[in-house]
C-alpha cells in the first residue's frame, strides 16, 4: 500500500522559507494527481495546491500563489513544497496526499494522506 511521508516542518520566522518533503514508498508522481493541504490550528483542513499528472500542471490557492512551488523528484519518489516569504497565518501542519483528480487546486476524492508536517511561523 501506498505510503506518504512528509518532513521538513519546523519554527521559521514570518519572511523566512522552509522546504518540506514528502516521500512516497513507490513511484507516484506520474501517474497520479497528488497535492497539498494544511491545518491550521482550531481550523478545518484546506487545500493549497493540486497538481495534474497528465500534463504536470499545478494549480494553488490564492493564499500562496507566488509564494510557494511545488516540484518532484522521480528518482526518489519524493515531492517538495518550497515555502517562501512565510506569514504567521502559513502556520499549520502541512499533508501531502494522492487524490482522484484535481478540482482546480483542491485534490478531490483523496485516497492516500501523509501524517503530517507542523510549520510554525512566528517571531
Known amino acids: 500500500q501506498l505510503q506518504l511521508v512528509e518532513s521538513g516542518g519546523g519554527l521559521v520566522q514570518p519572511g523566512g522559507s522552509l522546504r518540506l518533503s514528502c516521500a512516497a514508498s513507490?513511484?507516484?508522481?506520474?501517474?497520479?494527481?497528488y497535492g497539498w493541504f494544511r491545518q491550521a490550528p482550531g481550523k478545518e483542513r484546506e487545500a493549497i495546491l493540486c497538481v495534474t499528472a497528465s500534463d504536470g500542471s499545478v494549480n494553488y490557492a490564492d493564499s500562496v500563489k507566488g509564494r510557494f512551488t511545488v516540484s518532484g523528484d522521480n528518482a526518489k519518489n519524493t515531492v517538495y513544497l518550497q515555502m517562501n516569504s512565510l506569514k504567521p497565518e502559513d502556520t499549520g501542519v502541512y499533508y501531502c496526499a494522492r487524490g482522484g483528480y484535481c478540482s482546480g487546486y483542491v485534490t478531490s476524492l483523496v485516497e492516500v494522506w501523509g501524517q503530517g508536517t507542523p510549520v510554525t511561523v512566528s517571531s
Open positions: 513507490r513511484f507516484i508522481l506520474d501517474f497520479y494527481n
